[in-house]
């Protein structure tokens, strides 16, 4: 009997071609696959979003409740309540409502636009160009909401000065002090808060849209 030889024979086991799972063609339809269902996901979250503001917008207009609240926060600074404020206020939330709603509306019919773009037979370079165009679309939705958030608490913070000098409302330094500490505090926590909510909801998937990007562009560059 011949003798066995473990040794050569795990190096020649190890020498032999291992076949791949799947061609680079394979690989390419599974990718873009992935790819088409990322932004699909996002698309319908982004109309989540959508649906809810509406939904939230008009329930506040029924019951009156942030102008109310705002009011009572007024008052409290000394502000006295009258129909003018009262109209002002309200004009506002509704100027801040259809714009937020204006925006994401906006981005809503760009994320499906960008998703209905997408062809899995479509050339390698065009198709990594439309993944590059949607994540900057994402990017540029979510910098614009943090934008308009810091924007409209500016707008407010204006509006209560204008008001307290309107009515000639005396405060003392300590209490414009606070109020004004007060509101970049909260601007802060409530930017920090929004940032983290995009960068839970939508960044998870957007990691894995980078994954299928730097995949889709290590196969473009072995074609090439």
Known sequence: ?????????KTT???QPVEDKYNDSEILKMLNKKSRNYMKYIFWISAAEFFFFTLFGFYY???DQESSSFMSSLQKLGVEKNAELKSNLENIYLVIKTITL??????VIKFYQNYRKIRIEEDL???ITRIINFKKTVNAFILINIILFITF???FTCFVFYVINHQNVHLESSEKTGFIAGIIISTVLCVILI???YRLVYGIIMGRL???????????????
Request: aromatic share 18%; charged share 25%.
């Open 61 to 63: 207009i029924i019951q």
């Open 125 to 127: 370079k065009a198709f």
């Open 13 to 15: 086991w190890q020498k």
């Open 102 to 107: 204006l925006v994401t509306g906006y981005f």
């Open 195 to 197: 940032w983290l909510y």
């Open 153 to 155: 608490t500016s707008v």
């Open 1 to 9: 009997m011949p003798d066995f030889d473990l040794d050569s024979f």
């Open 210 to 224: 980078d994954k299928s990007l730097k995949q889709l562009k290590d196969i473009d560059s072995q074609e090439n």
